[in-house]
Structure formats: C-alpha cells, structure tokens
C-alpha cells in the first residue's frame, strides 16, 4: 500500500544545478500532476499528465519541465535551478476523467542556494 | 475565474469548539468541491468532498456546506480536538479536455487548543 512515492524527500541545490524529482504510483491511476507548495500561497499546478503518454502545463509551468514515463511515473526535472523554486514540491494522482479523489504523496522538499 | 479564495488564513479554537473555514469560487463549472486536511510534513490527503448537487454532507464531526447561488462553501468541525489542528485546504474541481484539473485554495492554518 505504498500510493504514491516521490524521491528525493529532500535535496539542496546550488544556483545553476538540474536535477529530477521522481515519483511513482502503484493505484493504476490515468491522471498524475506536479504541485508546489509556498507558504501562503496553496497548492500550485505545475504540470500534469491526463494520461499515459500526454502532459500538460499548469499554472506555474516556467523553468520546469516533466515525462510522463510510463503508467506509473512521472518526474520533474528542473533544468537549471533558480532560489525562487525552492518550495515544497508534491506529486499526486488521481483515476482521472471526473473520478475525485486526489491522491498525494508525502513531497520533495527543494532549497537553492 | 481560477481562483479559489479561502478564509481565515489561521484559526485558533478551543477543544469542544466549532471551527469554520469558508471558501468561494468564481467558475461555475467547477463540479466536484473536496477538502484536504494537511499535517506537519505529510502531504494532503482527502477529508471530505462534495459535488453541487447537495448543499450538506457529513461524515462524522466533519460537515461541508454548499451554497450553489452563492459559490461559496464551507468546512465545519464540531467538537473540534487537538488533533484535529493541521492545515486545511479548499479545493474546486472541473473536467477539462485533458482529464480533471484542481484548484487550490490558500489554505488555513487550524489550532486547537487543549
């Protein structure tokens, strides 16, 4: 009963420095999105990804950039890390199409230095 | 027309009081409105939702009210416990061309005190 997994749940990046946030699903869920979360400012859409094999920007897609791998994983990657990304950063699914519930994981915390 | 407005940002009751967040929204395709109950370093996960079609619904000390007319909804939490003191966060739901978006409100920062 593992849900949704992201790795790394923490990491420290230098101005400049990539790196990818992975998360995995065991649900069989269509639907995966990457939010961030700012104090004060909710949950952020970054990406998602309606389905296996399509992704779609979000309200804050700008210095990101995601696969959709297979079913199961989708990953972020930031290509060149900047101090206003540093954030919280979860990812979470859902069986899509209408269905509801939105399932996150415990999330990535980021900080660029 | 995204937006999702949430208030207060923080509330402090007292054990055995009622807390009440409250929540508005602009677009009227929204059709599925859940709330989402975060601790200290956890991510959300769901508390109670509901679709437009009713204006209650309760599962135990939880209980959304929906105003349709009003766009507006709300979370109460009667004989609210210490445990209960996490963030809370609106959300509004709709069915676009690619599956189902979410909009978050800011959340609110609940305490409960012993």
């Known amino acids: 009963n593992a849900g949704v997994t992201q790795t790394p749940k923490f990491q420290v990046l230098k101005t400049g420095q990539s790196m990818t946030l992975q998360c995995a699903q065991d649900?069989?869920?269509?639907?995966m999105y990457w939010y961030r979360q700012d104090p004060g400012m909710g949950l952020r859409l970054i990406y998602y990804?309606?389905?296996?094999?399509?992704?779609d920007k979000g309200e804050v897609p700008n210095g990101y950039n995601v696969s959709r791998l297979n079913k199961r994983e989708f990953s972020l990657r930031l290509e060149s890390a900047a101090p206003s990304q540093t954030s919280v950063y979860f990812c979470?699914?859902?069986?899509?199409?209408?269905?509801?519930?939105?399932?996150f994981g415990e999330g990535s915390r980021l900080t660029v230095l | 027309q995204q937006q999702v407005k949430q208030s207060p940002q923080s509330l402090i009751v007292q054990k055995g009081g009622i807390s009440i967040i409250n929540c508005a929204y602009e677009n009227t395709a929204f059709d599925y409105f859940p709330w989402y109950q975060q601790f200290p370093g956890k991510g959300p996960a769901l508390l109670i939702a509901?679709?437009?079609?009713?204006s209650e619904k309760k599962e135990g000390r939880f209980t959304i009210s929906f105003n349709k007319s009003a766009k507006q909804f709300s979370l109460h939490i009667m004989d609210s416990q210490p445990g209960d003191s996490a963030t809370y966060f609106c959300?509004?739901?709709?069915?676009?061309?690619?599956?189902?978006?979410?909009?978050f409100g800011p959340g609110t920062r609940l305490s409960v005190l012993p």
């Open positions: 979470a699914s859902s069986r899509g199409q209408g269905a509801g519930e939105l399932f």
């Open positions: 959300a509004a739901s709709m069915r676009d061309n690619y599956g189902q978006n979410f909009v």
């Open positions: 509901i679709r437009p079609d009713v």
């Open positions: 990804s309606a389905s296996e094999g399509t992704t």
């Open positions: 649900m069989n869920h269509n639907s």
